[in-house]
Every structure is written in structure tokens, then in C-alpha cells.
């Protein structure tokens, strides 16, 4: 049992990147599952599938094909939130990349974030 998940998380895609892996399995959560969504969603990824190995439940993840590394560094951490208001929520790199914020709304970009007027816990950075 890890104590920050998401954190283990974005090691497992990190290192599976940089090990030049195809894919990889991550145990399931409802917000590692959305997490994974986002990035789909924004091509940092490929594709995310909930597959029952087992007992339990894990998230397929296949990776994109490219040229350079993705970089994911955790921001909000378990001994330290990280909490904003939408006005504070500052572009990732020149708009090139985003941040994953938990709002009260659940998962969303910061982009989205902004748009929507919405503040929360920004959990990692990406690009």
C-alpha cells in the first residue's frame, strides 16, 4: 500500500516512458482512472482501458509514440496541499502543457478550470 497514489501513478507512466514500454498496469482507483481520462483526452497518452486481472481491478495504459520524454511532476503532495483560486491558476510552459486540478467539480484541466471559475487542489503538472 502506497501512501500517496497518485504519486505512484505518474512514477509508473514516468518510468514505463522512459523504459520505452508500451504499455503498462496500474492497481484502480476512481481518480487514477480519471487522471489517465485527462491525459487521453490531451495525447499524452494513447489509450486507458479498467481491466479485471484477477480479483481486482487495474487501468491498462498504452502510451503514445514520441520523440521526446513527458514529464509529470506532482505539485499538491500528502504532507503538503497545494490549494488555488482560479485567478492564481498559472499556464503550464506557455499553454504547452497542463495542470491536473481537483475542484468540486472533479477532475479537470487548468485551462477548464479557468474557464469555469473554479479553484481547487492542483495535483500535477504535465508536459
Known amino acids: 500500500m502506497t501512501t500517496d497514489p497518485i504519486a ?3 512514477t509508473r507512466i514516468r518510468n ?7 504499455s503498462l498496469l496500474i492497481p484502480y482507483s476512481k481518480i487514477k482512472e480519471n487522471i489517465c481520462k485527462i ?19 487495474e487501468i491498462k495504459v498504452t502510451l503514445s509514440n514520441r520523440d521526446y520524454p513527458i514529464n509529470l511532476k ?3 503532495k500528502p504532507g503538503q496541499r497545494i490549494y488555488l483560486n482560479y485567478k492564481d491558476i498559472k499556464p503550464v510552459l506557455n499553454r504547452l502543457g ?5 475542484t468540486s467539480k472533479g477532475l ?12 481547487g487542489e492542483i495535483l500535477c503538472e504535465i508536459y
Do not use: Y
Not at 479537470?108 to 479553484?119: F, L, S, V
Open 8 to 10: 505512484d501513478l505518474l
Open 16 to 22: 514505463a516512458d522512459k523504459a520505452n514500454k508500451k
Open 39 to 57: 491525459l487521453k483526452n490531451n495525447e499524452f497518452i494513447k489509450d486507458v482501458k479498467v481491466v479485471k486481472e484477477g480479483k481486482f481491478e
Open 74 to 76: 506532482r505539485i499538491s
Open 98 to 102: 497542463l495542470s491536473i486540478v481537483s
Open 108 to 119: 479537470m484541466t487548468d485551462k477548464e478550470a479557468r474557464i469555469k471559475k473554479i479553484g
